[in-house]
């Protein structure tokens, strides 16, 4: 049996919605790394937006569609990657859905990484399920086999500034607006059992200190 992932048409137009406010926060930069940059929606997105950016991915299969696209790929792990490549060789680093496939010493590792790579003052946006979203809490975080732990913001911001960052920016963030109808029973059920339905998703903005 294959298990060849064959992609939704959905899947692009949802991901381009996701990463689209937060090509802004690379303006300027010359040369981005996106770790772990899966099918390239997020590469596509920086080109589109006149910004060059490299994507590190171990799966040779998404690296072939992603080349597909025009797009800069390295096929190789993003641990090695970062350790080989020049001091300052990116001046950005984008980290989305990542740190929660691995443990505090590997996350602190890979921001050190990252640190070494890029240039002083570089942004790194850091993207993450809300552990403190019901929703996520219950089902849809466990649910993925591959996930060891959430991270909330105070322990990003604590391996962040053991690793050299400092956080610029942060808070939750969701692609996708309630219904006024939902919207209200969320409410409801916040001001009964506590805030429970908020963003899906946690989002860090550090710069690397000097």
């Not at 689209?20 to 940059?37: H, K, L, M, N, T």
């Not at 990484?113 to 219950?138: D, E, F, Q, W, Y």
């Amino acid at each position: 049996m294959s298990n060849m992932h064959v992609p939704d048409p959905r899947e692009r137009e949802v991901a381009r919605r996701y990463f689209q406010p937060f090509i802004e926060r690379f303006r300027g930069c010359q040369s981005i790394v996106d770790v772990a940059s899966g099918q390239g929606h997020f590469l596509e997105l920086l080109k589109e937006a006149g910004l060059n950016g490299t994507g590190v991915e171990l799966d040779a299969e998404l690296c072939e569609r992603t080349r597909a696209k025009g797009l800069k790929v390295i096929n190789e792990s993003f641990f090695d990657h970062l350790k080989a490549v020049a001091p300052g060789t990116y001046d950005g680093a984008n980290v989305s859905h990542i740190v929660e496939h691995f443990t505090p010493v590997q996350v602190e590792e890979l921001f050190k990484l990252l640190h070494h790579a890029v240039k002083p003052g570089s942004p790194m946006v850091i993207l993450t399920p809300n552990i403190a979203n019901m929703r996520r809490a219950v089902g849809d975080f466990w649910r993925d086999p591959t996930h060891v732990r959430p991270y909330p913001i105070s322990a990003l911001g604590k391996l962040l500034r053991r690793a050299g960052w400092e956080v610029a920016d942060s808070g939750e963030y969701t692609d996708r607006k309630p219904s006024l109808g939902r919207a209200l029973i969320y409410a409801l059920r916040n001001a009964l059992l506590g805030r429970y339905w908020c963003g899906d998703d946690l989002f860090v903005v550090a710069r690397r200190k000097e």
